[in-house]
């Protein structure tokens, strides 16, 4: 089992950034593939990145490249994501999953979740 807890969330203005982080707790965590996905209201919940298990080989969606940084420390147990330049429509709940697929980027692929932090960004 693995437990995931997410924090970081909150609102903000256009243009800002924000940093969430999810600590993970129970078994091994250094082999897990790391992943961010968000929800919006009425939408489906989307991949935003996934992390490897050294962290270097992260898969992001196009619509947060260039403005969003995932990074892991596997010894803390935490994974981060870093929101630059956020935008009104980044606006959603942030959740983050483990699993064991290879820059695996679906929902139905992940083992494990965390509760969600829910994001704001006003115009």
């Known amino acids: 089992q693995v437990q995931l807890v997410e924090s970081g969330g909150g609102l903000v203005q256009a243009g800002g950034s924000l940093r969430l982080s999810c600590a993970a707790s129970g078994r091994t965590f250094s082999t897990d593939v790391m992943g961010w996905f968000r929800q919006a209201p009425g939408k489906e919940r989307e991949s935003v990145a996934t992390t490897g298990w050294g962290g270097g080989s992260t898969v992001y969606a196009d619509s947060v490249k260039g403005r969003f940084t995932a990074s892991r420390d596997n010894a803390k147990k935490m994974v981060y994501l870093q929101m630059n330049s956020l935008k009104p429509e980044d606006t959603a709940v942030y959740y983050c999953?483990?699993?064991?697929?290879?820059?695996?980027?679906?929902?139905?692929?992940?083992?494990?979740w965390g509760q969600g932090t829910q994001v704001t960004v006003s115009s």
């Open positions: 999953a483990a699993g064991t697929k290879w820059q695996a980027t679906k929902r139905t692929e992940y083992d494990y």
